[in-house]
């Protein structure tokens, strides 16, 4: 039985002859060739960091907050981070993919903090 939609392609069903499948199968589509498979040496995806920088702008109480609503730390680790950033200048907040890492920047300047993306060696 074959069928004969509105594009007039006609289209054959399971049950069919040779004949009416062969009017199907005429198209100029190729069989596929399977390749043999090659491995690429992929690069491993090194963890990011997301450092913070100090800047003379914000409130030490201000970047605490961030701190803790950006990445869920508890007040008295944030407060650390934040003491490391004003005293050393810069702090590693969070280490991991860089997708996440990307994000957490974005967040960060957001809230109007200098943070950068570094990749670890």
């Known amino acids: 039985m074959t069928v004969q939609p509105r594009s007039g392609l ?60 950006v990445f869920g730390l508890p007040r008295a680790q944030a407060e650390i981070h934040m003491m490391e950033v004003h005293q050393k200048g810069r702090s590693i907040l969070w280490t991991g993919v860089r997708e996440r890492a990307e994000l957490y920047v974005q967040q960060l300047h957001g809230y109007l903090l200098l943070a950068t993306l570094e990749r670890t060696v």
Do not use: C
């Not at 498979?37 to 920088?53: I, S």
């Open 10 to 69: 006609a289209v054959a069903l399971p049950n069919e002859s040779a004949s009416a499948k062969a009017k199907v199968r005429g198209s100029s589509v190729g069989h596929p060739v399977i390749e043999a498979e090659t491995k690429a040496a992929e690069e491993v995806d090194l963890p990011w960091q997301v450092v913070v920088h100090n800047d003379p702008v914000n409130l030490m109480t201000y970047v605490t907050m961030v701190f803790q609503k």
